[in-house]
Antibody
Framework: EVQLVESGGGLVKPGGSLRLSCAGS????????LTWVRQPPGQGLEWVSS????????RYADSMKGRFTISRDNARNSLFLQMDSLRADDTAIYFC????????????WGQGTVVSVSS | EIVLTQSPGTLSLSPGERATLSCRAS???????LAWYQQKPGQAPRLLIY???SRATGIPNRFSGSGSGTDFTLTITRLEPEDFAVYYC??????????FGPGTKLEIK
């Protein structure tokens, strides 16, 4: 079964850090661009960051630049999101997703991991 | 920045009826890079339509996508009880790289 499983969410104080992980299985992990998307409570979806197959092209949404770092370890079929200088408005469910070849639609999603930033 | 607007915000229909959901972009979007997703409460989004009109794997043929330029439509013929959910359109290639619309909630009338 093709799947992505996130982990690493939790409660953190403003200004703190958290590292999210996303484990892929059932497909050739190294062959796909991957992405993080977040969803604040009761709100819509917001793209966070994407990384190409070998990590040679990385993009971030403007509000995450300089605070979030995306990376991947293809040998371990894992995607990561290092989040620093966290703010209350970073509170959200964080999903990892796989991009389809050619049109970049997000075809496989993980179940999400919850990040809460509060004092 | 490409902004996606979805209408209506909420659509109230009965099972068996036809649903028409609209997604409008602030600038032209390539038809190759417009997708639709369905999200049910407590679940991750699910890809329904990619490249404006192609159904994703396993998606029933009552779901169809159309449109070009700045106006795109998701149509669901003969609504089933499991179709009541929130629907998002998404574009790729603008700035930011990927943007989602605010969503249309399809609720049972």
């Amino acid at each position: 079964e093709v799947q992505l499983v996130e982990s690493g969410g939790g409660l953190v104080k403003p200004g703190g850090s958290l590292r999210l992980s996303c484990a892929g299985s059932g497909f050739v992990f190294s062959a796909y661009t991957l992405t993080w998307v977040r969803q604040p409570p009761g709100q819509g979806l917001e793209w966070v960051s994407s990384i190409t197959t070998r990590g040679d092209s990385i993009r971030y949404a403007d509000s995450m630049k300089g605070r979030f770092t995306i990376s991947r370890d293809n040998a371990r079929n894992s995607l990561f999101l290092q989040m620093d200088s966290l703010r209350a408005d970073d509170t959200a469910i964080y999903f990892c997703a796989r991009l389809r070849w050619g049109d970049d639609a997000f075809d496989i999603w993980g179940q999400g991991t919850v990040v809460s930033v509060s004092s | 920045e490409i902004v996606l607007t979805q209408s209506p915000g909420t659509l109230s229909l009965s099972p068996g009826e036809r649903a028409t959901l609209s997604c409008r972009a602030s600038r032209s979007v390539s038809t190759s890079y417009l997708a639709w997703y369905q999200q049910k409460p407590g679940q991750a989004p699910r890809l329904l339509i990619y490249s404006s009109s192609s159904r994703a794997t396993g998606i029933p043929n009552r779901f169809s996508g159309s449109g070009s330029g700045t106006d795109f439509t998701l149509t669901i013929t003969r609504l089933e009880p499991e179709d009541f959910a929130v629907y998002y359109c998404q574009q790729y290639g603008g700035s930011p790289l990927y943007t989602f619309g605010p969503g249309t909630k399809l609720e049972i009338k």
